[in-house]
Antibody, heavy 124, light 109 residues
Framework: VEMVQSGPEVKKSGASVKVSCRAS????????ISWVRQAPGQGLEWMGW????????NYAQKFQDRLTMTTDTSTNTAYMELRSLRSDDTAVYYC??????????????????WGQGTTVTVTS | QSVLTQPPSASESPGQTVTISCSGG????????VNWYQHLAGTAPKLLIY???RRPSRAPDRFSGSKSGTSASLAISGLQFEDEADYYC???????????FGPGTTVTV
């Protein structure tokens, strides 16, 4: 299993960025894709996930109004677009294949194999 | 502020065992399963433990996980210098309808 992300980005404040994540080594539709970011000196922050099967999405409330996740099943590629960028969006963005299931009321969810990360720098 | 709590740091000598705690609540650890991730600076995070205590085949058997109630723990036995990294617990939170990470624990060998 391998997740390969697009290269570093430098964007102006107020612009948008779109990061790609190409998956290989597994059946794309059997897992979702989740996105996580890490700002300088900070911990890991979950942004949301998209189903590789249905395209349904679940975004963290913090990003609801400016985040869009999509997939292209013909190329097994996921995309994360963040709009209205601010300086505090400067971070390394990671994708990972994501599982989620509920058995007897207990949810098992998590990120398995991660991409190498994409550095997004927002300048003023 | 995360809904999961971890100590900021932990240290132990080579060959010894270090244990990292992760405290949550009924809407996350108390109901759902816990994962643990290892993150070395400049590299992609790695899944060490999933479903509270299960280890992917690629993770060394020196890593083990446990859970009781609303708390979980990661134990690293036979510490090696290469284990110096940040360790994060994580779980789904039903109240937030989101996947949450703990703040991370920096392990020093």
């Amino acid at each position: 299993v391998e997740m390969v992300q697009s290269g570093p980005e430098v964007k102006k404040s107020g612009a948008s960025v779109k990061v790609s994540c190409r998956a290989s080594g597994y059946t794309f539709s059997e897992y979702g894709i989740s996105w996580v970011r890490q700002a300088p000196g900070q911990g890991l922050e979950w942004m949301g996930w998209i189903s590789g099967h249905s395209g349904d999405t679940n975004y963290a409330q913090k990003f609801q109004d400016r985040l869009t996740m999509t997939t292209d099943t013909s190329t097994n590629t996921a995309y994360m677009e963040l709009r209205s960028l601010r300086s505090d969006d400067t971070a390394v963005y990671y994708c990972a294949n994501y599982w989620s299931s509920v058995i007897r009321g207990t949810r098992s969810a998590g990120l398995d194999v991660w991409g190498q990360g994409t550095t997004v720098t927002v300048t003023s | 502020q995360s809904v999961l709590t971890q100590p900021p740091s932990a240290s132990e000598s080579p060959g010894q065992t270090v244990t990292i705690s992760c405290s949550g609540g009924s809407s996350n650890i108390g109901t759902n399963t816990v994962n643990w991730y290892q993150h070395l600076a400049g590299t992609a995070p790695k899944l060490l433990i999933y479903d509270d205590n299960r280890r992917p085949s690629r993770a060394p058997d020196r890593f083990s996980g446990s859970k009781s109630g609303t708390s979980a723990s990661l134990a690293i036995s036979g510490l090696q210098f290469e284990d110096e990294a940040d360790y994060y617990c994580a779980a789904w939170d039903d109240s937030l309808n989101a996947f949450v990470f703990g703040p991370g624990t920096t392990v020093t060998v």
